[in-house]
């Protein structure tokens, strides 16, 4: 394991253990932001504690956090991308499928990913052209998922209000974006598909995907990365699909089609 890899890991850990510490089965108060989404005490600390670790260990580095600066720092070749809790709604209401996502990227394009999910014990890892690990151990996608009988479609809850979709799959949707992309990694999910999502919710995972042999694009067809310096990304979202294999994927683009209304 690399040191960046290592320290990556490492901030994950740390994080996840502090956002446990907020966790209640009984849940916790939140703030609805002014894009209509949840905020909560431990998304705040968790943002803190991460940006903290990095500014001390790489001090050269920009960094972009759900929950801080959403615009793209120019002038550094290295930033970091940082959902310090995603899955809040399921964070505050009691339920265990949320967790941190942090990548680093060069150059606008992910080199690293770490993704934790506490109460799931659940730790994904990834380094461009090393491979992904869940748990540590070597993570490779295979296309058995898409014949299990009981396999399913993994979304979130926009996709049947904007989307029509025929797939021969079940529906699950988990409430974390982070963690929908990579059911598809794990083996457990056919496809996988987030209509609105910042690049914060999938920056990880398209790293994780990747490197476990999986696709993950638009749905439209443009490339998610790299990312423009001076860019605000925390208004700007795109439908992302993630797949097995590219032809998993193109028939899952082909079978999730918007609705002419948009839902």
Same mark, same amino acid.
């Given at each position: 394991? &690399?040191?960046?890899?290592?320290?990556?890991?490492?901030?994950?850990?740390?994080?996840?253990?502090? $956002?446990? &510490?907020?966790?209640? $089965?009984?849940?916790?108060? =939140?703030? =609805?932001?002014?894009?209509?989404?949840?905020?909560?005490?431990?998304?705040?600390?968790?943002?803190?504690?991460?940006?903290?670790?990095?500014?001390?260990?790489? #001090?050269?580095?920009?960094?972009?956090?759900?929950?801080?600066?959403?615009?793209?720092? &120019?002038?550094?070749?290295?930033?970091? =991308?940082?959902?310090?809790?995603?899955?809040?709604?399921?964070?505050?209401?009691?339920?265990?499928?949320?967790?941190?996502?942090?990548?680093?990227?060069?150059?606008?394009? #992910?080199?690293?990913?770490?993704?934790?999910?506490?109460?799931?014990?659940?730790?994904?890892?990834?380094?461009?052209?090393?491979?992904?690990?869940?748990?540590?151990?070597?993570?490779?996608?295979?296309?058995?998922?898409?014949?299990?009988?009981?396999?399913?479609?993994?979304?979130?809850?926009?996709?049947?209000?904007?989307?029509? =979709?025929?797939? #021969?799959?079940?529906?699950?949707?988990? !409430?974390?974006?982070?963690?929908? $992309?990579?059911?598809?990694?794990? !083996?457990?999910?056919?496809?996988?598909?987030?209509?609105?999502?910042?690049?914060?919710?999938?920056?990880?995972?398209?790293?994780?995907?990747?490197?476990?042999?999986?696709?993950?694009?638009?749905?439209?067809?443009?490339?998610?990365?790299?990312?423009?310096?001076?860019?605000?990304?925390?208004?700007?979202?795109?439908?992302?699909?993630?797949?097995? &294999?590219?032809?998993?994927?193109?028939?899952?683009?082909?079978?999730?089609? #918007?609705?002419?209304?948009?839902?």
């Amino acid at each position: 394991m &690399s040191n960046n890899l290592d320290f990556i890991t490492k901030l994950a850990l740390e994080a996840g253990d502090l $956002l446990r &510490s907020y966790f209640s $089965l009984q849940g916790i108060g =939140v703030t =609805v932001k002014a894009d209509h989404t949840a905020l909560t005490k431990a998304d705040m600390a968790a943002d803190a504690l991460i940006r903290q670790r990095i500014s001390e260990r790489y #001090p050269e580095d920009g960094i972009l956090t759900e929950e801080g600066d959403t615009r793209y720092p &120019s002038g550094h070749p290295t930033v970091w =991308v940082v959902d310090p809790l995603d899955g809040t709604t399921n964070f505050s209401l009691g339920l265990h499928h949320w967790g941190v996502s942090i990548a680093r990227l060069e150059e606008g394009t #992910p080199t690293l990913a770490a993704l934790y999910f506490p109460l799931l014990d659940e730790l994904y890892t990834a380094e461009e052209g090393s491979g992904a690990t869940l748990n540590g151990q070597p993570l490779r996608i295979t296309t058995e998922a898409e014949g299990r009988p009981f396999t399913f479609f993994a979304c979130c809850s926009r996709t049947i209000r904007r989307y029509h =979709v025929a797939l #021969p799959y079940k529906t699950r949707i988990l !409430g974390s974006a982070a963690y929908n $992309l990579v059911t598809v990694a794990r !083996g457990s999910a056919a496809l996988a598909f987030e209509t609105t999502p910042k690049v914060w919710d999938f920056a990880a995972s398209w790293l994780i995907m990747r490197e476990a042999g999986g696709v993950v694009a638009a749905h439209t067809g443009e490339a998610l990365f790299p990312l423009i310096p001076g860019e605000d990304y925390g208004v700007q979202s795109a439908p992302v699909l993630a797949a097995p &294999s590219n032809d998993a994927w193109r028939r899952g683009q082909q079978h999730i089609q #918007p609705k002419l209304s948009g839902g």
